[in-house]
């Protein structure tokens, strides 16, 4: 880009490059090229510094921009050979296609210079994008002719005293953006002229001024347009309340009006409006919402005194209204003047619904059968029951449209088409495709990633099998029976969960018998300890997990149990003791594992979702064979087909991320319990809350806290970096029933309210019935699980308290207030498939929550700040052990507990700690 920015006593040519940034001052250039240059730039009276690229001559021939902006606060004569300047550039400039020419004369006024010749200049070389700001004390100008003819032009913006003097002749067949500001209309004619020949137009931007009179009627009819916003501020009395605002595009979707004008306003043939953002005085007889007429489905946001003066007919086709926000008197004003609109199906003002919802109770509202029957979905014998959250069926339909205004159909839609969702970080999200059947079309990037994904499973089936019948041996001849996986955050915590909840599945635990899988995470050497506890190297398989290989905690716990490996076998047994799931073959190799051990997975697959990918499918088809993960594989598919299949209304994920959505965003509930009545699953919730890290709020909770869930939508800001002005993830936490009954229900029953998950199973993995107690083992189990919600529920008045008999002082300790929401799921037994497919649920939950939230649900930059700092404590702990360096660079506090732990001075040891442990 060649930039130039004129001051009082300089002119400066920078180029901007973004591989290096390269300025030579003028004494370095050749002679010509020198001259050639200064012909064109201001001498007189000014000091001329020209910074300028070695590589002048072929950057002037090839940028692709010419952009110029005057930041200067004093006018000379002088100023027009500025202009000078930038015709000469133009004329020089020789690439055949000028993406962008930019110019903004925000101070200086340049007399007796043809803008129409320069603009002329531009067009010829196949203009995109024209930016031309003149300054408030410039003269009206007029553009060229040609301009209005450019079939190149995609992007245009005009400031000030640009006079929009359209010929008949007008045809900009490409232009999709048009922002006009304060411009000067030569007449109405010009107007519906331009917006008529511009047969792409998406964008239209305007704001006018006191200066833009000839404009009586502002008409907007643009086939094409999909967004409008419209700015006049200037107050006109009654008796200049002559103009007016005609709008009739039938694909608009997004609208914003804020006129204080007084003007008139005709809105209709708009049936595709969701969303507009309407800030308007209006006179008694001229009502903007009246004009509203065509749209059935409508999210305003309301801003001062709109349309106080409304009467209910003026809605007569309105079908869905949301509204937010607004200050309460008001929303309870048009409330009232609601009512008595019989057509109006869904009204969604928050606090107004809220409020209904808070005085409602749930004994209320599970005393009726056809709303309870109505909030039961099944699918594949998997019954989810969410009658007992505090919502109604009018609740449910108004998250519906919250998830139909928030553009859930078209998200997820790009989520299995491959497109690049997680923005951050540009890239896709295809966790969908590591268990998709092998003839699915699945694609990233324009290529189908499906057989990608099964190449690696058969790797891996055929690795695996090799491992189980004892044809891979270790470096002893022994067969490798024990496994550990090394691995952190997902590539920990999915895995573990599988594997915990298959141990007692009876079709697993068959196919494992004789082996061992044990997972190290946490680089406290008490965990190494523990891993290699009781374990032989010769029998012992590493499997080391790191996309990158080289995640730090990962890679230091993979170099331990290297040293074990090879102080009791020796160095080449790594090659068969120590195999990768990693991309990084270089790195691979380098720590001494064959590349052909390596087993890949994707940078479309975020750690948090990757427990079907190698990360999960290897540990555990080396446990428990090929063909039991391919059951938890197929079990997650399903889930899938039913995710991107299934109306919204009947959709299990949707439905529980819109319930959580209303949890958290409406009814402010900041976390969540998850209560699997199942032992099998007791390392379900802390991999569920990986995915909702904990968001803007936090509360302080003495409970194990979770991962799936609160790494990915614990955001503050939205998709696109703003603050967000509702809270958004949960605190997730958990532990198995009845083991939670005697921690923490005492909260969530007579505490802080915590919606609650309740997930329990038909039939045991591990059925027990003695003879002579009432019922089985699981029997009892379930009781609890079925008794739980209707306490949270129903709780329990002074009155039933009284009747009962209870003594006067206990009653208020014995009360419960109940209205605590849950809900049940209820899985017909916990096989593999079954297992799969409870944790595609969840993940395609938090998917929905972060779609209809507005943030990324893919990437997890919170952990990094945490990483960078821990690296400057590295570096002291190393300095202070081997140098005897006092900490510095940190403060008081930090110093003080760092000087603590120092005080005792441990030396290194290469003693494994494996050998040393108490264990042994």
Not at 395 to 417: C, G, H, V, W, Y
Not at 780 to 804: I, R
Request: aromatic residues 8%.
């Amino acid at each position: 880009m060649i930039y130039a920015t004129e001051k009082t006593q300089e002119v400066i040519i920078s180029q901007s490059v973004r591989e290096r940034n390269c300025e030579d001052r003028i004494s370095a250039l050749p002679d010509d090229l020198l001259v050639k240059i200064l012909l064109f730039v201001p001498t007189k009276n000014i000091v001329t510094t020209v910074i300028l690229s070695k590589r002048w001559r072929t950057i002037w021939t090839e940028v692709p921009r010419l952009e110029y902006e005057d930041i200067v606060s004093n006018i000379n004569s002088e100023q027009k050979s500025v202009w000078w300047f930038l015709e000469k550039s133009l004329q020089l400039h020789k690439a055949p296609i000028l993406e962008s020419l930019c110019i903004q004369l925000k101070e200086i006024c340049p007399t007796n210079v043809d803008v129409a010749k320069l603009v002329a200049q531009a067009v010829d070389r196949s203009l995109r994008r024209l930016l031309f700001h003149l300054s408030w004390l410039a003269k009206p100008t007029s553009m060229p002719n040609r301009l209005y003819t450019c079939e190149t032009l995609t992007e245009m913006e005009l400031f000030n005293k640009i006079i929009l003097d359209v010929p008949p002749s007008v045809c900009l067949p490409s232009l999709a953006k048009l922002f006009l500001f304060c411009v000067v209309y030569k007449d109405d004619v010009s107007l519906v002229r331009l917006l008529s020949n511009c047969p792409v137009l998406r964008i239209l931007l305007v704001i006018r001024s006191e200066e833009d009179g000839n404009v009586k009627k502002y008409t907007v009819k643009v086939p094409s347009l999909e967004e409008f916003t419209y700015l006049y501020k200037r107050p006109l009395s009654l008796a200049e309340n002559t103009r007016s605002l005609v709008l009739d595009c039938p694909a608009l979707t997004k609208l914003s009006i804020n006129d204080h004008s007084g003007d008139s306003c005709s809105i209709g043939n708009m049936p595709s409006i969701v969303r507009a953002e309407l800030s308007t005085f209006c006179y008694p007889d001229k009502k903007i919402l009246r004009h509203i007429s065509s749209a059935t489905s409508l999210s305003l946001t309301l801003t001062e005194e709109l349309v106080v003066m409304c009467r209910p007919d003026n809605f007569s086709q309105l079908v869905d209204l949301t509204i937010t926000p607004c200050d309460s008197g008001w929303l309870e004003q048009l409330m009232l003047m609601l009512k008595s609109n019989n057509e109006l199906q869904s009204l969604t003002i928050k606090s107004g619904h809220v409020e209904d919802i808070n005085k409602t109770h749930l004994r209320d509202l599970m005393s009726d059968a056809h709303r309870c029957e109505s909030m039961m979905l099944e699918f594949e014998g998997l019954l989810l029951d969410y009658s007992r959250q505090r919502a109604t069926v009018e609740t449910m339909d108004k998250l519906l449209n919250l998830a139909k205004a928030a553009q859930l159909p078209e998200k997820i839609s790009r989520m299995f088409n491959g497109e690049h969702i997680n923005s951050t970080e540009n890239r896709s999200v295809l966790h969908v495709a590591l268990r998709a059947p092998k003839d699915a079309v699945i694609k990233a990037d324009g290529k189908n990633v499906v057989p990608e994904v099964w190449n690696v499973l058969d790797k891996i089936k055929d690795f695996s099998e090799k491992i189980r019948s004892g044809s891979w041996v270790g470096a002893t001849g022994k067969p490798l029976k024990d496994v550990i996986a090394i691995g952190i955050g997902g590539s920990f915590l999915g895995p573990l969960f599988v594997h915990t909840a298959l141990q007692t599945d009876p079709e697993a635990a068959e196919c494992a018998k004789g082996r061992q899988l044990r997972f190290l995470a946490n680089i406290d050497p008490v965990d190494v300890a523990r891993n290699i506890n009781g374990l032989n190297p010769e029998t012992t398989l590493v499997v080391v997990v790191s996309k990158t290989f080289t995640t730090a905690e990962t890679m230091l716990n993979a170099r331990t149990l290297r040293n074990w490996i090879t102080t009791a076998l020796g160095a080449p047994a790594v090659a068969k003791h120590m195999v990768a799931v990693s991309t990084n073959l270089a790195l691979v190799e380098k720590f001494g594992i064959d590349p052909n051990n390596a087993f890949a997975f994707w940078d479309w697959v975020g750690g948090r979702y990757s427990v079907c990918s190698a990360v999960g499918v290897l540990p555990l088809s080396l446990q428990y064979g090929f063909s039991v993960v391919e059951k938890f594989l197929k079990g997650a598919s399903s889930i899938d087909q039913h995710f991107q299949s299934t109306p919204f209304e009947k959709n299990i994920p949707v439905i529980l991320a819109l319930l959580s959505v209303w949890n958290v965003s409406f009814l402010g509930y900041p976390a969540r319990a998850i209560l699997p009545y199942s032992q099998a699953l007791e390392k379900f919730a802390p991999h569920i809350q990986q995915a909702c890290e904990l968001s803007t709020f936090m509360y302080l909770c003495n409970i194990q806290l979770a991962y799936v869930s609160m790494e990915s939508n614990g955001k503050g800001v939205s998709i696109d970096g703003l603050p967000l002005p509702f809270e958004t993830g949960e605190i997730d936490f958990g532990e198995p029933g009845t083991n939670g009954q005697h921690s923490f229900y005492q909260l969530i029953h007579q505490g802080r309210v915590i919606p609650c998950d309740f997930i329990g199973t038909v039939k045991s993995q591990q059925p027990v019935y003695l003879e002579g107690e009432v019922v089985s083992n699981h029997d009892e189990l379930m009781s609890n699980f079925f008794a739980q919600p209707d306490a949270l529920a129903y709780g329990k008045t002074p009155e039933q308290l009284q009747k009962e008999n209870v003594s006067e002082n206990l009653i208020p300790h014995k009360t419960f207030s109940g209205n605590r929401p849950s809900l049940s799921l209820l899985l017909p037994e916990l096989s593999a498939y079954n297992v799969g497919q409870l944790l595609a649920i969840y993940e395609h939950r938090v998917a929905v929550q972060g779609f209809v939230w507005g943030i990324n649900s893919f990437d997890q930059w919170g952990v990094e700040l945490g990483k960078v700092l821990a690296t400057q404590v590295r570096k002291q702990l190393h300095s202070s052990r081997t140098q005897g360096a006092a900490p510095e660079g940190f403060n008081y506090s930090t110093t003080t507990l760092l000087k603590r732990y120092l005080e005792v001075n441990i030396a290194f040891s290469v003693v494994f700690i494996g050998f040393s442990s108490p264990y042994d």
